[in-house]
C-alpha cells in the first residue's frame, strides 16, 4: 500500500472519442505541493475534473489511489467527503443559497455533525479577515454578482473552512489582478501553514511567487513529459514549454 496521500499510476481518459490523458503517473506525499504546467490543451484541467471524479471524463485505463483506498470507481461527492477539494477556473452561480450556507452544508456533510451558526461564525471570522472579506459576502447568494477576483476569494474561503485533506487548484489567478492574487495566495499559504497538500493547474505562475513548491511537472499532449523541483518553473517562465515538448 502506498503512502503517498494521492498514487495515480497510468491514468488514461477521454472524452467522447477524443483521449486527452494517456498515462499519467504522479506521485503526491501529505503536505507537499506540486505544480502542473502545460500549453493548452494538454490535459491540465482534465487531470483536476477527473480526479473529483467529474462524469464528463471516462477513465479508459489506470488507478487512482487517495489516503490509501482505490477510488478509482467511486463518485464526486464520496471523493469529497474523504477530503479531496477542487476550484474551478470560472466557478458557476448558484441562486437560492448563500455563500455561507453552502460552506456550512459542506462542514457538516463532511463531518456528519450537524453545526451551531454562532460556532460557524465563529469559526470563519479568521478566514474572513485573512482573505479581506467582509461577513456580508457570505450572506450573498453563492457567486451569482461576484466579480472574477470575488469568486476566487469565495473558492479559498471554502477550502479554509472545509481544510481538506487534497487540495486542486485549477487556474485559481485567472483573471485576477495583482492585488487579487496577492490575497489569494494568504489563503493558500494559510492552507499551506497548516500542513495541507496541493496539487496546482496553472498557466500562468504569479500565484505561485509566495508558495513553497516541491515539485513541478510539464504536462503535454496528454503526458507529464517533464519533472523537476522549484526552479522548473523559472526555466518554463524563461523559455517557454517548446524546448521540453522538443526534447
Known amino acids: 500500500m502506498s503512502?503517498?496521500?494521492?498514487?495515480?499510476?497510468?491514468?488514461?481518459?477521454?472524452?467522447?472519442?477524443?483521449?486527452?490523458?494517456?498515462?499519467i503517473d504522479l506521485s503526491i506525499?501529505?503536505?507537499?505541493?506540486?505544480?502542473?504546467?502545460?500549453?493548452?490543451g494538454a490535459g491540465k484541467s482534465?487531470?483536476?475534473?477527473?480526479?473529483?471524479?467529474?462524469?464528463?471524463?471516462?477513465?479508459?485505463?489506470?488507478?487512482?489511489?487517495f489516503d490509501g483506498r482505490d477510488v478509482t470507481a467511486e463518485t464526486t461527492d464520496k471523493r469529497a467527503k474523504s477530503g479531496i477539494f477542487m476550484t474551478f477556473q470560472d466557478p458557476i452561480p448558484v441562486a437560492g443559497i448563500t455563500l455561507g450556507g453552502f460552506t456550512k452544508n459542506a462542514l457538516e456533510q463532511k463531518t456528519g455533525k450537524r453545526i451551531k451558526m454562532w460556532d460557524f461564525k465563529k469559526s470563519m471570522k479568521h478566514a474572513l479577515e485573512l482573505l479581506n472579506m467582509n461577513e456580508a459576502?457570505?450572506?450573498?447568494?453563492?457567486n451569482v454578482g461576484f466579480s472574477g477576483g470575488e469568486k476566487k476569494k469565495a473558492e479559498i474561503f471554502q477550502l479554509l473552512m472545509l481544510n481538506p485533506k487534497l487540495a486542486i487548484l485549477?487556474?485559481?489567478?485567472?483573471?485576477?489582478?495583482?492585488?487579487?492574487?496577492k490575497t489569494v495566495s494568504n489563503g493558500i499559504q494559510e492552507f499551506q501553514k497548516n500542513g495541507g497538500t496541493l496539487l496546482i493547474i496553472t498557466h500562468s505562475?504569479?500565484?505561485?511567487?509566495?508558495?513553497?513548491?516541491?515539485?513541478?511537472?510539464?504536462?503535454?499532449?496528454?503526458?507529464?513529459?517533464?519533472?523537476?523541483?522549484?526552479s522548473l518553473v523559472d526555466e518554463v517562465n524563461e523559455n517557454g514549454f517548446e524546448s521540453f515538448i522538443n526534447e
Open 170 to 181: 485549477d487556474e485559481t489567478d485567472s483573471g485576477l489582478d495583482v492585488d487579487a492574487v
Open 137 to 142: 459576502y457570505t450572506e450573498r447568494d453563492l
Open 29 to 40: 506525499a501529505q503536505g507537499e505541493t506540486h505544480v502542473i504546467m502545460g500549453p493548452n
Open 205 to 230: 505562475t504569479r500565484i505561485l511567487d509566495a508558495l513553497n513548491v516541491d515539485k513541478t511537472h510539464i504536462l503535454a499532449n496528454g503526458k507529464i513529459i517533464h519533472t523537476g523541483d522549484r
Open 3 to 23: 503512502t503517498n496521500l494521492l498514487e495515480i499510476n497510468g491514468l488514461c481518459v477521454k472524452v467522447g472519442e477524443k483521449e486527452i490523458l494517456k498515462g
Open 46 to 65: 482534465t487531470l483536476g475534473h477527473t480526479l473529483l471524479a467529474n462524469p464528463k471524463y471516462e477513465v479508459t485505463a489506470g488507478t487512482i489511489f
